[in-house]
């Protein structure tokens, strides 16, 4: 039914992992909230770079920088895929920058529904989304209760 597949510490294996990144950060572009479907990415990649299942390997110059200044992004390499997340301070001392990113350089082809991604990437790192819509459920209709003119209760 599913194609988590796991390693023998039932954790899913790096192929699953990357799938369901590229899965989640495909989504997330065209997402009308796109916050937790990064948020998500972000924090899969950096359990598996703490894990030893993905490496930061050098920065790349961002092709959407914010308020158009320059800036880097960390490239992570999980396995046949690359993914780009917000650098930290050593990042800028400890990898190389590559420059401009490679156009050319694309992630393989990859089907796997995004309700299933995030089920695998939700059972990996335990960050589960917070439904807004049960947040901000109305309370039920009450039905108004009118008085006669010239009473108080």
Do not use: W
Request: net charge positive; hydrophobic share 30%.
């Amino acid at each position: 039914m599913s194609t988590l597949k796991e390693s023998p510490d039932h954790s899913p294996s790096i192929p699953n992992l990357a799938k369901a990144i590229f899965t989640v950060n495909r989504h997330a572009k065209t997402a009308t909230n796109p916050k937790y479907l990064y948020l998500l990415k972000k924090k899969a990649l950096l359990k598996m770079i703490n894990e030893g299942r993905a490496k930061k390997v050098g920065l790349h110059f961002s092709s959407n920088p914010k308020n158009s200044q320059q800036q880097s992004d960390v490239l992570v390499v999980c396995g046949d895929y690359t993914f780009h997340i917000p650098p930290c301070k050593e990042d800028f001392s400890t990898l190389p920058h590559f420059g401009s990113l490679d156009e050319k350089r694309r992630n393989p082809k990859t089907y796997m529904n995004l309700t299933e991604a995030k089920k695998i990437l939700q059972l990996y790192t335990g960050f589960i989304e917070k439904n807004e819509r049960t947040a901000h459920r109305k309370r039920p209709y009450n039905k108004p209760v009118f008085k006669p003119l010239g009473q108080s209760y």
